[in-house]
């Protein structure tokens, strides 16, 4: 950000953050997500639900978009007030890596919304156990062919796979040319190739308790595969990741602790948003922290620590100083 601007949204700061109810902030507040139906649908109705209870004639209104990388554009170019996003992806834009033809920026955090989605390497039980497979560096000497279900080319998931799967010297072309396959396909469709039998492991980041694992576990013995600490380290460093460990008892079928690393996702809003708009959505997510954890069950856990944890990429200014009055 240069100097200039950062002036400008300091003086829009000290102009706005200590106003009465932000009220004029917005009717209607858009909110750029992922798929219809999905978690980052949900928190779009828990984020309408809490603004509400600040400021009834507001709303928040979730739209459908491809993901986080869309988000970034969209919220930076003003065309969203709002976007859900994962961490991950921030890092990818920061450094202009693909999809990103250069740096892109322009956005800033408002809320970390969650940091407990594990990649879960799902294998099928009998077939590590026969290829001596506990850890993903193990398939760099495995010469056998093996069978891998990604998510969807180009999303994070898929890119963390393969960055991760890099680091201990597999690639997805090596997989190919061993006689092996890799399948890019979102939740549902994995979780069926699965049952099917017709993969060996899938990988994506997802909430323990996955209703698409539970399901593969009805029909396959499965395990997981831990990913070694230097990977967790690299993954952590370069692309805002999260070392995660799964314990043993997570699933009626594993009897081991497992490390891996995560996926966070935050809320954000471009870096020269309206502050009032901003001070609205921040006020809400922490004095209806409820309304938030109240959407799904695996949002139990999310709190005020857990919000103002986002360390990738700075907070917009005015969500900073209402995180700070509310001790965080």
């Known amino acids: 950000m240069t100097t200039k601007r950062k002036a400008t949204i300091s003086a829009l700061v000290a102009a706005t953050l200590y106003a009465a109810q932000p009220a004029s902030a917005a009717s209607n507040i858009t909110l750029c997500g992922g798929s219809p139906g999905g978690l980052w649908s949900l928190l779009g109705a828990g984020l309408d639900a809490a603004v509400r209870k600040i400021e009834p004639d507001s709303t928040v209104t979730y739209q459908t978009s491809s993901g986080g990388f869309a988000n970034i554009v969209q919220v930076a170019q003003g065309k969203c007030d709002l976007g859900i996003v994962h961490v991950g992806e921030v890092v990818i834009a920061q450094r202009g890596e693909e999809p990103f033809k250069e740096p892109t920026g322009g956005i800033a955090a408002v809320s970390m919304l969650y940091d407990w989605a594990p990649m879960q390497w799902v294998i099928d039980k009998a077939y590590a156990k026969e290829n001596g497979l506990n850890s993903i560096a193990d398939l760099a000497s495995f010469e056998g062919s093996f069978d891998l279900v990604v998510n969807r080319r180009g999303i994070l998931p898929s890119i963390l796979a393969e960055k991760s799967l890099a680091d201990v010297g597999v690639t997805f072309d090596g997989i190919e040319g061993g006689g092996g396959s890799v399948q ?31 399901a593969i576990a009805e029909k396959r013995e499965l395990t997981l595969l831990s990913v070694p600490d230097e990977t967790i380290a690299m993954m952590q460093k370069n692309y805002g990741s999260k070392a995660f460990t799964i314990p043993a008892g997570a699933y009626p079928w594993l009897d081991k602790e497992v490390k891996t690393f995560g996926a966070s ?29 109240s959407v799904h069950k695996a949002m139990g856990a999310f709190n005020g620590e857990l919000a103002a944890s986002v360390k990738a990429f700075d907070y917009h200014p005015v969500a900073a100083e209402v995180m700070a009055a509310a001790g965080f």
């Open 265 to 293: 996702a935050a809320l954000i809003a471009a870096e020269d948003a309206d502050p009032a708009l901003v001070k609205l959505v921040a006020m809400a997510i922490f004095q209806h922290m409820e309304e938030i954890q």
């Open 184 to 214: 890019f396909q979102g939740s549902g469709g994995a979780s069926e190739i699965m049952q099917d039998g017709k993969a060996d492991a899938w990988v994506n980041a997802t909430f323990i308790g996955s209703g698409a694992i539970r």
